[in-house]
């Protein structure tokens, strides 16, 4: 955040062209995952706060959202650039200075925040997940431009009716392809939908307007925080290019589940996740995980957790948590996220198959071998809970 500095060389692709160069109140950036869209609305940003005074605001879902996501990416784009100082971050408010801007970070989860000062640009990320009532008071309260991003999971979103409808909306559609810089074997994990199901392709592949009509799991209940008594156990998933999940449940009445995000993070070594399991497990609890790597329960068990391969009967472990009634807290985006693009498979005439499509299940595979296994008896019946 150099403030002299002026110029820079910004690779990006086309997107943030497209982005810059909007006229209209409105830019609109759908896409399927991974496509470059959070990054090239963050480029835009950078070079219209460098052109000129600016009040900014970058806001999503919940403060977890943003500081895993839009906020990091933010300084790690200043810091590429060489425009990152520390002087001029303030950490306390998530307020970042530029040139003679001023770009503040807020999350949504309480409404009021939408009502605060005015603003000239403002970014919503992950728009989707916001609702329409919150984007319009923020929207009420930008001077000059408003950027959104989302991937358009649900059919029946406010955004396809209320934004792409206006003539002062500009429109971009983008898929991983419009990525450069993916990772391959992100682009590949992505390709696999292809063969998979349709549907997901559509939606997370080609960027295209979905109909998740057979979501394995209803919404579930949000809650602030887990109760501070009930049955304490953890689910893990492992992952490298993936994201390792690990999941904090917390059981009371048979069937009231409490589920909180604790890890979600790719290229973490297995010591690098031990590490920040130390702060963060309940002593001697139980941790589930993945049973496929023996190897990696081994070492985690060495470093002093209590922690044993997990049940992976997928259709059973599905039906336990079906039968919970899910409370997930407000910082659980990733769960969340993964909840709405869960579905069962389809067959070639349409019909639904008993078996989830494995794409974006990291946390929710964490929930269903802590769910599952933690109530089975040794004898493998279920515990009459
Ligand atoms: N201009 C760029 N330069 C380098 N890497 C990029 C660039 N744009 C995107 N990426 C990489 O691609 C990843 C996905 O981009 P992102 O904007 O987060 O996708 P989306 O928001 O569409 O899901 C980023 O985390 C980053 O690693
Ligand atoms: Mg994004």
Redesign the pocket.
């Given at each position: 955040m150099n403030p002299e500095r002026k110029e820079f060389k910004l690779?990006?692709?086309e997107l943030v062209l497209i982005n810059l160069e909007s006229q209209d109140r409105i830019v609109a950036n759908q896409?399927g995952?991974?496509?470059?869209?959070?990054?090239?609305v963050l480029?835009t940003i950078i070079l219209k706060a460098l052109r000129e005074k600016l009040h900014i605001s970058v806001c999503s879902v919940s403060l977890p959202h943003l500081k895993k996501g839009a906020l990091l990416?933010f300084t790690n784009l200043l810091t590429k650039y060489e425009l990152y100082d520390e002087k001029f971050y303030n950490k306390t408010d998530n307020i970042i200075r530029i040139g003679k801007s001023r770009i503040e970070f807020f999350s949504l989860d309480d409404p009021g925040k939408a009502r605060g000062p005015r603003r000239d640009i403002l970014f919503v990320n992950e728009c989707n997940l916001v609702p329409y009532e919150t984007f319009n008071q923020l929207m009420l309260r930008t001077r000059k431009q408003v950027f959104i991003?989302y991937n358009p999971v649900d059919e029946n979103h406010w955004i396809y009716e209320k934004i792409l409808t206006r003539d002062d909306c500009t429109f971009i559609k983008s898929t991983y392809k419009d990525?450069l810089?993916?990772d391959r074997k992100i682009a590949q994990e992505i390709e696999r939908l292809k063969d998979t199901d349709e549907n997901l392709w559509k939606i997370y592949g080609l960027g295209e307007r979905g109909q998740l009509k057979s979501t394995v799991y209803s919404p579930w209940e949000i809650v602030d925080e887990l109760p501070e008594d009930g049955d304490i156990f953890y689910g893990l998933d492992f992952g490298y290019n993936v994201p390792a999940a690990l999941v904090k449940c917390c059981l009371k009445d048979g069937n009231q589940l409490y589920v909180d995000e604790l890890i979600y993070q790719s290229y973490l070594t297995n010591s690098e996740l031990i590490l920040l399991m130390r702060d963060i497990i309940t002593p001697h609890a139980s941790i589930y995980a993945d049973a496929a790597e023996p190897q990696r329960i081994a070492e985690i068990r060495k470093a002093g957790f209590n922690c044993r391969a997990a049940d992976k009967s997928v259709k059973d472990g599905i039906d336990k948590l079906k039968r919970m009634k899910v409370h997930l807290t407000r910082r659980s985006t990733n769960i969340l996220k993964e909840r709405q693009g869960y579905k069962w498979k389809e067959d070639a005439s349409g019909n639904l198959i008993d078996e989830p499509v494995k794409f974006n299940d990291h946390a929710l595979d964490a929930m269903r071998y802590a769910v599952h296994t933690h109530g089975l008896r040794p004898n493998g019946k279920y515990a009459m809970r």
């Open positions: 690779e990006g692709s896409g995952t991974s496509s470059g869209k959070t990054w090239s480029q990416d991003d990525n810089f993916l």
